[in-house]
């Protein structure tokens, strides 16, 4: 069965930093992509970023261009998220996602991703 598993969430002050790790077990295709996705507290949940595992390519919603960086280990099909200068609206579960011939013009929808891990909370205080 595949699996999801993430790690890495927790509580952190402003301005600080947090990895998160996903890894996709029993992976069943070659060409793929694993990214984030988050849901806030009475909010919708949207794209964070997303990265291609064979080609290395990422992509990342606005809000967090340049404080956010993904990167993987095509190996041990894992990705990392490194988030730095965290602000309390980051505050969300964060979901990994995985997804067969996610295309970079669809890489913020998630009904394009086939697996979803089961969600770490990440709380940034003020």
């Known amino acids: 069965q595949v699996q999801l598993v993430e790690s890495g969430g927790g509580l952190v002050q402003a301005g600080g930093s947090l990895r998160l790790s996903c890894t996709l077990s029993?992976?069943?295709?070659?060409?793929?992509?694993m990214g984030w996705f988050r849901q806030a507290p009475g909010k919708e949940r949207g794209f964070v970023t997303t990265?291609?595992?064979?080609?290395?390519?990422?992509y990342y919603a606005d809000s967090v261009k340049g404080r956010f960086t993904i990167s993987r280990d095509s190996a041990k099909n894992t990705v990392y998220l490194h988030r730095n200068s965290l602000k309390p609206e980051d505050t969300a579960v964060y979901y990994c996602?995985?997804?067969?011939?996610?295309?970079?013009?669809?890489?913020?929808?998630?009904?394009?991703?086939?697996?979803w891990g089961q969600g770490t909370q990440v709380t940034v205080s003020s």
């Open positions: 029993r992976p069943t295709f070659s060409n793929y992509a």
């Open positions: 990265i291609s595992m064979s080609f290395g390519s990422a």
């Open positions: 996602a995985a997804g067969e011939g996610v295309t970079p013009s669809a890489v913020t929808c998630g009904g394009e991703y086939d697996y």
